[in-house]
């Protein structure tokens, strides 16, 4: 072999070599986005509050469009654990009539009840409250992964020997029925029904996944996404396999070019 013949040679091996070899920060995996709805902070935070929380479908439509692959979900119970709904708040503030706790009100009956209400502000004007099943029917069609924050207010059924097992069957019913052809998660804020969930649905809790990875506290009207890039960059590089954000659309856009 000429000396020019081995050089062509040996540049051919070292190009392919440059190739496979990339910067890990080109080959990492992109993790998977759920998108959360952020709820103000502060003493008069109920006041603030613009019900921007995904618990409907045009929550998740939004959290689709805005590049979510997964979408979390807040899990209330109403009166004497009788319906699995999805609501974020204590309370009824936020809907429209008068102010009651979601577990002192009853799902269908009565004048006051919780199915006939409405969200009374923000961008959600408008929509009901979903049950369980069918939030999660929804979020199945739109392709995400379901995300279950059971609230810690639902604990007072959940514990109650007189309404326990029911209300856990309103919990756990529906996510036994699909888990076989959807992707669902759940956890709680609250140790004991973390604990209870450990021992119902051992194969469905969070762990580490869906890792939380913004850095500026949410607030109406919001503050600018862009103080959460430090956060975003140090919680990128440990190459998580999944986050969640308020900032679901800045996230997505910033995520760009990032990863694979």
């Excluded at 992109?30 to 995904?54: E, M, S």
Aim: net charge positive; proline share 5%; charged share 20%.
């Amino acid at each position: 072999m000429t000396m020019k013949a081995a050089f062509s040679v040996s540049m051919t091996a070292l190009t392919a070599i440059a190739l496979v070899n990339v910067s890990p920060a080109a080959a990492a995996a992109c993790p998977l986005i759920f998108g959360h709805g952020g709820y103000p902070t502060g003493t008069n935070a109920w006041a603030k509050d613009q019900v921007r929380q995904p618990n409907h479908p045009r929550g998740v439509n939004d959290q689709k469009s805005w590049g979510a692959q997964g979408v979390e979900g807040d899990i209330q119970l109403t009166k004497q654990g009788t319906k699995a709904v999805m609501w974020h708040n204590t309370s009824t503030n936020g809907l429209t009539g008068g102010k009651q706790n979601i577990s002192d009100i009853w799902w269908t009956a009565g004048t006051d009840n919780l199915q006939d209400r409405r969200i009374a502000r923000g961008p959600y004007r408008g929509e009901r409250v979903y049950t369980l099943r069918e939030w999660l029917d929804h979020v199945k069609s739109r392709g995400l992964v379901a995300l279950l924050e059971i609230k810690p207010e639902a604990r007072s059924s959940l514990s109650d020997p007189a309404y326990a097992a029911r209300a856990w069957k309103e919990i756990s019913n529906p996510i036994k029925e699909r888990q076989g052809a959807q992707r669902i998660m759940v956890y709680s804020q609250d140790s004991w029904i973390q604990g209870e969930l450990a021992k119902r649905h051992p194969a469905l809790l969070k762990g580490s996944a869906a890792r939380w990875t913004d850095s500026v506290a949410w607030d109406e009207p919001p503050a600018a996404w862009a103080g959460n890039v430090r956060q975003w960059q140090a919680v990128l590089k440990q190459a998580p396999k999944s986050v969640m954000t308020n900032y679901t659309k800045e996230y997505r856009a910033w995520l760009s070019g990032k990863c694979t």
